[in-house]
């Protein structure tokens, strides 16, 4: 009887525990993260507009090294926002949202430098925007 | 002769209002599905929301990611792109509409204007005709558009499982505020 109930306790608290960490369960944090694929702005926007579906098949919530040259930086509200040059007509470009949760080395940028950032694709709409974006030094 | 030039002249005067665009990249788009008896709050962010304007004709039209939407919770954000939106199948969620009381909106003044937009919303894959209030706020050179409905997210699809009803909604809320400014 005892043991039963010694069981049933072990039961509940690993219950409890793994309850208690998915609810406190920590934001994608990719510093330490391998990329799945790695591109360069240009041929990434190039790639969604020639082909919305087929790059949300190849890029779609997988981990993005992305290498550009930095066109615009925009501080939203404590949501900083990287745009990347792709040469695109009419100016869409590759925007990379930095993680809210994620330590940054820096979070100021310069138009003109070259960067790499590490996110997640979310897909295309006009730019092709990734989120959880860590740079890579 | 004379006709030709007077159809250039009306098609170059159309063309010129027709690229009265303006955009964003920009908007907030905020989703409110927290139940009246949740203890917690099931609510969601994007900063990412792209729309165009042309005002002109009054069409309307906003894209926004699903994937971009930020919860608090990284449980609740992974829920809503697996089992409710599932993103993965329907990444973005589009409306294309109209404005239907432009007569009352003169969007090359400044001032404040309600207006009244009607058309498409998709979602999960499902289109449906929604109307929806909303202020515009004209003010140099800038256009900030503030409105707020409802979506019943049954009505797309997305259900809401009886174990998490006393917590989500299914009368989502949809806040928005954008500032466009015409396009280059």
Redesign the interface.
């Given at each position: 009887m005892k043991k039963i109930l010694i069981a049933l306790l072990v039961v509940v608290a690993a219950g409890a525990g793994v309850a208690y960490y998915l609810w406190n369960k920590p934001h994608v944090n990719l510093t330490n993260a391998k990329s799945d694929i790695a591109v360069d702005a240009k041929t990434l926007l190039e790639e969604y507009q020639r082909d919305e579906a087929a790059s949300n098949e190849k890029y779609f919530d997988k981990v993005i090294a992305v290498k550009g040259i930095v066109t615009e930086v925009m501080n939203d509200e404590g949501t900083v926002k990287v745009s990347l040059e792709t040469g695109d007509p009419n100016g869409f470009v590759v925007r990379c949202e930095l993680s809210a949760t994620a330590p940054h080395a820096r979070t100021e940028f310069t138009a003109g430098e070259p960067v790499q950032f590490k996110g997640t694709c979310s897909g295309l709409n006009f730019d092709v925007q990734l989120d959880n974006c860590v740079e890579v030094r | 002769m004379k006709k030709i030039v007077l159809l250039f002249v009306v098609l170059a005067a159309t063309t010129t209002l027709s690229a009265q665009n303006y955009f964003t990249?920009?908007g907030k788009v905020k989703l409110d599905a927290t139940s009246s008896t949740s203890p917690e709050k099931i609510e969601a962010l994007t900063?990412?929301?792209?729309c165009v304007l042309d005002i002109s004709t009054g069409k309307i039209q906003w894209?926004?990611?699903?994937?971009?939407f930020?919860f608090e919770?990284?449980?609740m954000?992974?829920h809503f792109n697996e089992n409710y939106v599932e993103?993965?199948k329907f990444?973005?969620a589009t409306f294309a509409g109209q404005i239907t009381n432009l007569s009352e909106v003169n969007l090359a003044k400044d001032g404040a204007y309600n207006a009244v937009v009607t058309g498409k919303m998709t979602l999960h894959g499902v289109t449906k005709d929604i109307t929806a209030n909303g202020a515009l706020n004209v003010s140099g050179g800038k256009i900030r558009v503030n409105a707020g409905f409802s979506l019943m997210l049954p009505d797309y699809g997305i259900n809401i499982p009886s174990l998490v009803s006393d917590k989500v909604t299914k009368d989502a809320r949809i806040l928005i505020d954008a500032t466009l400014e015409p396009m280059?």
């Open positions: - | 990249r920009d900063k990412t929301a792209s894209a926004v990611l699903l994937k971009s930020k919770q990284a449980l954000e992974e993103s993965n990444p973005k280059k």
